[in-house]
């Protein structure tokens, strides 16, 4: 069965600082990767996805993310970390888009 | 369409009593998903549908618990005989065949 690890339960960054929160998977084929943040109060948001092709996926808010298949990871990037950016972060791994494991989430706090 | 909707925001009820939550996904989609999340943990798969069709239960889902979605359209999920360990955010995605699941801003139960 498939399942998530984020190593990093909270992570503090400086503001203007870059970002890199881990994410592992267990998956026996290739899998479908995604990357969603959650600010207090509000639904989950889709930073980005891997389906296929490309291993570096290019999201939304200038966040990307690398799929390496031979260290099962996928890794979530930014280089320069706003205060807005301060949220939970959660890595998934799925079958097609269905059948969604989540990882535990790892809390981003900005340092002003 | 303003995305995926769900109602009440907030429920507080007693021990034992039964609650029902609904949830209005996207108009196009035809998938629809619900899942719990509790304090510092990510969502938690409990079931799936394809149109009216429930096509999967996590063993989460106890007997207490039943999903229905009649028309392919709302589903609504029910807790008989609520416990205090139902306390959680109840969470409803929703999809189309090939795309990444759009998530509700949830339902907060609270069991006391």
């Known amino acids: 069965a498939q399942s998530v690890t984020q190593p990093d339960i909270h992570i503090t960054v400086s503001e203007g600082a870059s970002l890199e929160l881990r994410c592992n998977y267990s998956y026996g084929a290739t899998p479908y990767l995604f990357w969603y943040v959650q600010s207090p109060g509000q639904g989950l948001q889709l930073l980005l996805k891997y389906f296929s092709g490309d291993t570096l996926v290019q999201g939304i808010k200038g966040f990307e993310a690398e799929f390496k298949r031979s260290q099962s990871s996928f890794n979530l990037r930014k280089p320069s970390v706003h205060w807005s950016d301060a949220a939970e972060y959660f890595c998934a791994v799925g079958e097609g888009n269905n059948d969604m494991r989540f990882g535990a989430g790892t809390r981003l706090t900005v340092k002003p | ?112």
């Open chain 2, 1 to 112: 369409d303003t995305g995926v909707s769900q109602d009440p925001r907030h429920k507080i009820t007693k021990r034992g009593q039964n609650v029902t939550f609904r949830c209005d996904p996207i108009s196009e989609h035809n998938r629809l998903y619900w899942y719990r999340q509790t304090l510092g943990q990510g969502p938690e798969f409990l079931t799936y549908f394809q149109n009216e069709a429930q096509l999967e239960k996590s063993r989460l889902l106890s007997d207490r618990f039943s999903a229905e979605r009649p028309k392919g359209s709302f589903s609504t999920l029910e807790i008989q005989r609520t416990e205090q360990g139902d306390s959680a955010m109840y969470l409803c995605a929703s999809s189309g065949d090939f795309d990444e699941q759009f998530f509700g801003p949830g339902t907060r139960l609270t069991v006391l």
